[in-house]
């Protein structure tokens, strides 16, 4: 398995700034992924960010919006850039180790934008 | 493009008792994995089951079973002498192999409420 952190794990902000996200997993990893969770609803994938290679989202996500960057095998962030109250989610990371073949998550960042 | 069904918004269940979460899934890829996440209220996310589609032998953990049905594609969770901390969220996932194709694909979920 994978032990994954997160920071921070909940933040309030202002309408049109932007927060960064830290996730931090315990082993290297080549595949991991960003996940945002509207209150109430099942979980929807923003990006993939394979570690040597540019980030890869899923319709309806745009790099300006949710710049990710993943420097090593351990780390990565995500920035939501020019928040609005529609952004107000919990925003989760998550990795695939080579083996076994299982997805783990991290803890979650709850965000809300007033 | 892979679609996972859960078509049960919300279950009870008395304690000690047994209850069953019902799942589909299509796809039209032969090499795939299914899984079982809970969310409880904490938020985080927790994997209880796994199952290989190559595998014909449903997989158990514990209290937690499943029953696969391929040719169905079907993918139900039972869970045995419920317990209070068993009341959470439960997520069906789907995941298609294929290196960089890789995706997990998850339903709505099923909220879990379980009654001393």
């Known amino acids: 398995s994978a032990v994954i952190s997160q920071k921070p794990s909940r933040d309030i902000c202002q309408r049109g700034t932007s927060l960064t996200i830290q996730c931090q997993v315990d082993s290297q990893v080549t595949m991991m992924f960003w996940y945002r969770q509207q209150p109430g609803q099942s979980l929807t994938l923003i990006a993939t960010?394979?570690?040597?290679?540019?980030?890869?989202?899923e319709s309806g996500f745009v790099i300006d919006k949710f710049p990710i960057s993943r420097p090593n095998l351990t780390f990565s962030t995500l920035t939501v850039s020019n928040m609005s109250p529609e952004d107000s989610s919990i925003y989760l990371c998550?990795?695939?180790?080579?083996?076994?073949?299982?997805?783990?998550f991290g803890p979650g960042t709850r965000l809300t934008v007033t | 493009a892979q679609t996972v069904t859960q078509s049960q918004p919300e279950m009870s269940v008395q304690e000690a008792e047994t209850v069953t979460l019902s799942c589909t899934y299509d796809t039209s890829e032969s090499d795939y994995y299914l899984f079982w996440y809970k969310q409880p209220p904490s938020r985080q996310m927790i994997l209880v089951i796994r199952?290989?589609?190559?595998?014909?032998q449903n997989a158990t953990e514990n209290r937690f079973s499943v029953n696969f049905q391929k040719a169905a594609k079907s993918f139900s969770l039972k869970i045995s002498d419920s317990q209070l901390g068993d009341a959470a969220m439960y997520f069906c996932a789907l995941a298609v192999s294929g290196g960089s194709n890789y995706k997990l694909t998850f339903g709505k979920g099923t909220l879990l409420t379980v009654n001393p």
């Open positions: 199952q290989e589609a190559y595998k014909q």
């Open positions: 998550s990795v695939l180790p080579d083996s076994p073949y299982e997805q783990y």
């Open positions: 960010a394979n570690q040597g290679s540019e980030a890869t989202y």
